[in-house]
């Protein structure tokens, strides 16, 4: 397979489209703190990587080839979050046949460290969902969904802080309006909040109860949508505050690079959505100083 790398660095973000990687050590110095957040969404079952005849993604994705990435990508620096934006089920005959154990199975072979719930993920139903949670060695965080008379209640938490290297990392996840996409008797009591609302909540929780350096949005909600009043990820940045991060899914929206939104008090925010089916895999690295100022660089990798 032929590649051509596209390097652009700018103080926007880090994206890396398709799975390769660069180091980035010559961006750190001894008394900089460097965090990785590597994302992945709407994986849709897809296990194996497509076949070289595929219209697309030709011989592109595959849980394999992910793990090689994310394990490069840990040695470089041990202060790394992988995450997932929702949508892991339903695609392939993998989940038909197995009903999601084979993905949970697999993403904590990955080490995941949080994902959140889209709306294809109800499609075994509710109850198939927790049936599966065991599978799971990591954490599912969505604080939009009230699943207090369900299944689900206290076992999805609103949000969940990971430490790296002294640095406090809130993440907590946002789901789309399950009605009109999923069959009511898939989701039962599941109750949708506005998440717009929600997030600036949890996000002020996080940033002045929890004392987080960084806060990061896990958002099925889904990037942009026209003519349409349905919250979006870019709606969500403007008029919320205090999150650092959207990292999206749904829409199987690609961006080349980490969106630029100023929130509501005229904040850049990073929105970011790596299109779907694990052809790509995300990554923001952010900097910390010795006062926790943070700084982001981007690099861009294009197969």
């Given at each position: 397979m032929k590649r051509r790398d596209f390097?652009?660095?700018t103080s926007a973000g880090v994206?890396?489209?398709g799975l390769g990687g660069l180091t980035l050590s010559s961006c750190t110095t001894e008394s900089t703190k460097h965090i990785t957040i590597l994302h992945t969404n709407d994986t849709h079952s897809q296990i194996e990587p497509f076949e070289a005849n595929h219209r697309r993604y030709a011989n592109k994705g595959g849980v394999a080839r992910r793990a090689t990435m994310v394990e490069e990508i840990r040695k470089e620096n041990p202060?790394?979050?992988?995450l997932d934006a929702g949508d892991i089920?339903?695609?392939t005959p993998y989940f038909n046949y197995f009903g999601g154990e084979?993905?949970?199975?697999?993403?904590?072979?990955?080490?995941?460290?949080a994902a959140t719930l889209g709306n294809h993920d109800f499609?075994?139903?509710?109850?198939?969902f927790k049936k599966q949670l065991p599978n799971a060695k990591f954490d599912f965080v969505c604080a939009n969904y009230d699943f207090k008379n369900t299944v689900l209640d206290t076992l999805v938490k609103p949000y969940k802080i990971f430490v790296k290297d002294g640095i406090r990392i809130g993440v907590f996840g946002l789901g789309i309006e399950l009605k009109g996409l999923v069959n009511p008797r898939l989701y039962k009591e599941t109750k949708y909040l506005d998440p717009i609302n929600v997030?600036?909540?949890i996000s002020k929780e996080l940033k002045e109860e929890q004392h987080c350096d960084l806060v990061i949005c896990l958002s099925h909600l889904g990037y942009n949508y026209r003519n349409s009043d349905k919250v979006s990820d870019l709606s969500l940045a403007k008029a919320t505050e205090n999150i650092d991060l959207i990292i999206g899914g749904h829409t199987h929206t690609f961006l080349p690079k980490?969106?630029?939104?100023?929130?509501r008090k005229g904040e850049n925010m990073l929105v970011n959505q790596v299109g779907a089916y694990g052809v790509n895999l995300g990554r923001i690295d952010f900097f910390f100083d010795e006062e926790k100022n943070k700084t982001s660089k981007e690099k861009i990798i294009l197969v």
């Open positions: 390097i652009k660095q994206a890396y489209a202060n790394t979050l992988l089920f339903q695609g084979l993905e949970f199975k697999l993403m904590s072979m990955l080490k995941y460290d499609d075994n139903s509710i109850e198939g997030a600036q909540s980490p969106t630029v939104v100023k929130n």
